[in-house]
């Protein structure tokens, strides 16, 4: 029974983190369409640029919240540069700047950091959380801050002007000139957000698969899996997502023999497959009712 | 004096295609003002036009300022309330996230409320339905929707595209006597194209007969009402 409460909490702890790439991945999605395969590597290169910081000195929260500004800019930066005068190009063209973006990140990093595995250090430490051998102080925090700033960011879409503004940007732009709203820029603030959101996720997991330029292979297929499980299309689905596949691969990767953790990443995949074979809108991506 | 409303020798252009041939119009303010002509003849294109949503090359001014040039969102908040073909709905939100979207570029957060408040007195359909996606609503409900949409943005202007399609006839009735009073009471001017021309040109003082892209024929809207000639070349009823 332990056992299970306890790899459900750490399931949940790396769910959590999943669910994060997760919402990057169905932000993105939402505004522009197509699905950011490089979503990872940015959050890589903000988790680096964190790493800098702190071994020029610079304490762990000014770097983290450093971290999360700076790659807040480089989303815009990516929409303004890449993805922009891409706008009306063909689902091809984006795909191969996406691929691009994913490659260059990956070998910068590799160029400028190199590719040996470097240690991460852990906001809170790792001793047993309020003295509970269930779930480590860092597991906590990893639920906690990723959950914080989900219940942020889902007070932001539903209750500030810009939020609406880029909910309505995002389900129908040209509607959304019409009401004055400049779509332009509620995209480039979906690339910020969503880059931001992805540095979160990167400075929580690095310090659990250290610091690499490949270290966010895994989290990315694990977010693909989350974001398809719930539903491409629903924010609420991508987060509840990720912490079932948290969960699921923790669980099956202890209970069930022969499933050791050479196996979980390909669970993962199998649980695309599965999801996009019985039901491709996902749990959560509900149907829209309309009346014509 | 310059009229309210001003298009000078517009050409458009959909990529190769040139959908406007040098059409020129023009409207008093306060007046209702009607674009009529068959399917394909360019009056979506002339409202795209307006609001800059087209390649368009000619000159645009609204209360003698240039507005051609300047981009949708700079239009939209000179008072430009632009309802689209299809309404243009945001069908996943809520009718009350539908009515503030209406009001995006103004920041008097009192006057919003009132005004939403308005639009519910105003409509006590959309009152009922408050928190209901808008995708849920009947088409009648959604053209009034559109309608409180595009005065929340307090226009000085209102360009609708064909609000009768698709409703039925009772409803368009109601739909005409609401935009009637929407130009009395509010002082809105209204720019409206139909394919239904006998109802538009009831309210309309003003009408334009567009044919491939030119002006084929304006007039006072009664005249044009009359004139069986054009009655039966381009209107078709």
């Keep these: 029974m332990e056992l299970l409460i306890g790899q459900t909490l750490s399931g949940l702890a790396n769910g959590a983190i999943y669910a994060c790439i997760a919402l990057a991945l169905v932000m993105i999605y939402k505004t522009i369409d197509h699905l950011n395969i490089a979503q990872g590597e940015m959050a890589m290169i903000s988790t680096f640029f964190a790493w800098q910081l702190m071994e020029w000195g610079v304490p762990y929260w000014p770097a983290f919240f450093l971290t999360i500004f700076v790659a807040f800019c480089g989303g815009v930066a990516i929409d303004r540069v890449l993805f922009r005068p891409l706008a009306k190009a063909p689902v091809l063209t984006h795909l191969a ?36 051998s269930l779930i480590s102080t860092h597991q906590a925090a990893m639920i906690g801050i990723s959950m914080v700033l989900l219940f942020l960011l889902y007070l932001f879409f539903q209750f500030t002007r810009i939020g609406l503004a880029m909910r309505a940007a995002a389900t129908l732009p040209e509607s959304a000139r019409l009401v004055g709203i400049r779509t332009g820029r509620m995209v480039s603030l979906g690339w910020g957000m969503a880059s931001a959101i992805g540095a979160v996720a990167g400075m929580l997991i690095a310090p659990v698969v250290f610091l690499e330029p490949n270290m966010m292979a895994g989290i990315l297929l694990y977010g693909f899996a989350a974001a398809v499980l719930g539903g491409l299309s629903s924010p609420a689905g991508a987060v509840a997502g990720g912490l079932l596949v948290g969960v699921f691969e923790n669980l099956v990767g202890t209970f069930v023999p022969g499933v050791g953790h050479e196996i979980k990443l390909p669970l993962a995949l199998a649980l695309i497959i599965a999801v996009l074979a019985l039901k491709p809108n996902g749990l959560f991506g509900r149907k829209i009712t309309q009346r014509v | 004096m310059s009229a309210f409303l001003e298009a000078k020798d517009l050409d458009a252009f959909y990529g190769q295609v040139q959908a406007l041939h040098g059409l020129s119009l023009s409207m008093e303010r306060g007046t209702i003002t009607t674009l009529l002509g068959a399917n394909g003849a360019g009056k979506t294109t002339t409202l795209r036009a307006i609001c800059n949503m087209i390649r368009t090359s000619g000159t645009i001014s609204l209360n003698g300022q240039r507005i051609s040039g300047r981009s949708t969102e700079r239009i939209v908040e000179m008072g430009v309330a632009h309802v689209p073909q299809g309404r243009g709905t945001f069908t996943t939100l809520s009718v009350d996230e539908n009515l503030r979207l209406g009001a995006m570029t103004r920041t008097d957060h009192r006057g919003i409320e009132d005004d939403i408040e308005k639009m519910f007195a105003r409509f006590p359909i959309l009152k009922k339905r408050r928190s209901q996606q808008a995708g849920t609503l009947s088409g009648g409900e959604q053209q009034m929707l559109a309608v409180a949409r595009a005065l929340m943005l307090r226009p000085q202007l209102m360009l609708l595209d064909e609000p009768s399609f698709g409703l039925a006839p009772l409803v368009v009735q109601e739909l005409f006597e609401i935009l009637g009073q929407v130009n009395r009471d509010d002082g809105v001017s209204i720019l409206v194209v139909e394919q239904n021309a006998q109802l538009a040109l009831k309210i309309a003082t003003k009408a334009y007969v567009i044919a491939s892209g030119r002006i084929a024929m304006s007039g006072a809207a009664e005249e044009i009402a009359q004139d069986d000639e054009v009655r039966k070349s381009y209107l078709g009823y």
Aim: aromatic content about 22%; proline content about 11%.
């Design chain 1, 97 to 132: 700047g996406f691929v691009a973006l994913f490659m260059i990140l990956n070998s910068v990093a590799g160029l400028v950091w190199d590719f040996t595995i470097k240690p991460f250090p852990y906001p809170f430490g790792t001793s047993p959380f309020l003295g509970s």
